[in-house]
């Protein structure tokens, strides 16, 4: 059984969509550059045993081999 309180990404999608636009709308600057944000969707990712994902997400942002990324993730997922 699922447990209710988790939030899916489909969820958590919707929820970052309405924040951005209270955020626009009070003129609130983002200064978290976009890596930190996709390092976070790795970091879930890893936590909800979507490791091959998150993977494929981190050569996506880095450009780094697939043995590299495997490591990384790898390293990411031993410091969580």
Do not use: C, W
Request: net charge negative; aromatic share 4%; hydrophobic share 40%.
């Amino acid at each position: 059984m699922r447990d209710p309180f988790e939030i899916t990404f489909q969820s958590l999608a919707r929820i970052e969509r309405k924040l951005d636009l209270i955020m626009q709308h009070l003129e609130i600057n983002d200064d978290v550059p976009p890596e930190h944000d996709r390092m976070v969707e790795i970091r879930s990712l890893i936590r909800h045993g979507r490791k091959i994902e998150a993977i494929k997400l981190y050569r996506q942002i880095t450009r780094a081999t697939l043995l590299d990324a495997k490591e990384a993730v790898e390293l990411i997922e031993a410091g969580l």
